[in-house]
């Protein structure tokens, strides 16, 4: 029987908006029409820490030298 692996939820945090920004649209393009519309928002980024060590779920800061390219599958 084959190991299925947990889910991990994984908050993604930019550094520059235009990054956040270009991801989101990558994400809408590979996604279901029907899917609902990401929106980027400025956060303060202790506050999604502190979240995200709450809810059990990781996070990522991606700075201006990374190349990000999301998942097909969401």
Do not use: N, W
């Not at 989101?24 to 999604?48: H, S």
């Amino acid at each position: 029987m084959p190991m299925i692996s947990p889910v991990v939820q994984v908050v993604p945090m930019f550094v520059q908006e235009v990054d956040a920004e270009r991801f989101v649209f990558l994400i809408d393009e590979c996604t279901d029409p029907m899917a609902p519309e990401l929106d980027v928002v400025e956060i303060d980024k202790d506050a999604i820490m502190t979240a995200c060590k709450h809810m059990g779920h990781d996070y990522v800061v991606f700075s201006d030298d990374d190349l990000i390219i999301p998942p097909h599958i969401l």
